[in-house]
């Protein structure tokens, strides 16, 4: 399994004071931020775009995992790349297999990574299972996009179990990303099944005391892994 990484999405905190939620980030040592750009389209929310993520850029040197929540995201794709992000994360329901190759190369001869994610109710592509290898992060969200603070959709463990088998099987270095609903309650349901990002808006900046959260959600899941 690869290592276990923490990502709060700092969706869940004031979007007034997003220093603020990258701060926490850095003082409860996550591995990365994870950066939600909605665009009012592709789901029902509208969140904010390169400048912000640009702004942040400058005040924190963590990974910048940018989920693109978007219809278009190659329209937008260089803006995200300047402006910063180290992953950025497309959705398999707007693009092809023509179009993902396209915009891979965009992205790695820029030097950056870059994720796959799914919504809970779509099942992985064919053209999208035939590049896996080329994906750093295959995102498997376990709530519709939109917005923090939903429950997880345990309907979706059993694809999480077969996209992490499939990767392992095939010996990848691809993260399995859970993104949607993850508590420390429930985040030995998707290590056991071979998530290893975990996102938490709600689970990292809900809680009293984000910063401690952070370390929390670690030490669960990490306690989990070494039992596998
Ligand atoms: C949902 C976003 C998620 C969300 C996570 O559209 O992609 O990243 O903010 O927040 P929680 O962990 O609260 O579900
Ligand atoms: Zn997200």
């Keep these: 399994m690869q290592r276990i990484r923490i990502a709060p999405s700092v969706l869940a905190w004031d979007l007034g ?4 939620a990258v701060d926490i980030c850095k003082e409860g040592g996550a591995d990365q931020v994870h950066l939600d750009v909605i665009d009012g389209h592709f789901a029902p929310n509208i969140t904010f775009g390169p400048g912000t993520v640009k702004a942040l850029r400058r005040r924190c040197d963590l990974m910048f995992d940018t989920h693109l929540m978007i219809d278009d995201p190659g329209r937008y794709l260089e803006k995200f790349i300047e402006a910063g992000s180290d992953l950025l994360t497309l959705h398999a329901e707007v693009l092809s297999g023509e179009s993902f190759d396209e915009l891979h190369s965009k992205i790695r001869r820029a030097g950056r990574a870059m994720g796959l994610a799914i919504r809970p ?11 896996l290898d080329k994906v750093s992060s295959l995102v498997v969200m376990t709530v519709n996009p939109g917005f923090s603070g939903q429950t997880m959709d345990m309907s979706v463990m059993p694809k999480l179990e077969s996209l992490s088998s499939m990767v392992r099987e095939r010996g990848l270095a691809t993260d399995v990303e859970i993104d949607g609903g993850v508590e420390p309650e429930n985040v030995h349901e998707v290590v056991k099944r071979g998530g290893n990002v975990l996102v938490a808006g709600a689970g990292v900046y809900g809680k009293k005391d984000p910063v401690k959260a952070i370390g929390e959600l670690r030490e669960r899941a990490m306690k989990l892994g070494e039992r596998e």
């Design 17 to 20: 004071d997003l220093d603020g």
């Design 121 to 131: 109710a779509t099942q992985l592509p064919s053209w999208a299972a035939e590049r």
